[in-house]
């Protein structure tokens, strides 16, 4: 059985802290810190969740205030990453950050359309804007936003 290395205190004054045990430097790092534990928890868990992603085991530990003093709390309420069969057989609905972010890049597509002059929208592109929402990266999108915007400003300019 493998043996997790223990996370050192964190230096300065108790607030929420989240550290993440590197194994190619042996060392520890902090990942995320606050004076409030839901951004801290929420930054752990989207780094816990990308780690597992990529097949890693992500070795974390939260720090945080306790009767004016440090206590590292358990950090095993992040649920694991379902495997793909699992996730076959039980669908979940999508995280409120999953469908902000889909938001986000459906604005920001329909933000280049517009700069390209695309206003009035068939059913057909709606269609077309949401197979690249649900297939691209927030990075990937904007791209294809700044290339038709500029498009639109090389068609005017000539």
Do not use: F, N
Not at 26 to 33: E, F
Request: net charge neutral; glycine share 8%; aromatic share 6%.
């Amino acid at each position: 059985m493998e043996t997790r290395p223990e996370s050192p205190q964190p230096q300065g004054d108790p607030r929420w802290v989240a550290m993440v045990y590197q194994p190619s430097s042996a060392s520890w790092r902090v990942c995320a810190q606050s004076p409030h534990r839901s951004p801290v928890q929420y930054a752990l868990g989207e780094m816990a969740h990308t780690v597992r992603a990529r097949g890693g085991d992500p070795v974390i530990s939260l720090w945080g205030p306790k009767d004016g003093g440090w206590h590292r709390y358990d950090t095993a309420a992040a649920p694991p990453v379902p495997t793909p069969k699992a996730a076959a057989d039980a669908p979940e609905a999508p995280s409120t950050h999953t469908r902000r972010m889909d938001g986000r890049r459906r604005q920001v597509l329909l933000a280049g359309l517009t700069k390209a002059g695309l206003y009035d929208l068939a059913p057909d592109d709606l269609t077309a804007v949401e197979a690249l929402v649900d297939s691209l990266d927030e990075t990937t999108v904007r791209r294809v936003a700044h290339w038709l915007a500029s498009a639109s400003g090389a068609d005017q300019a000539g």
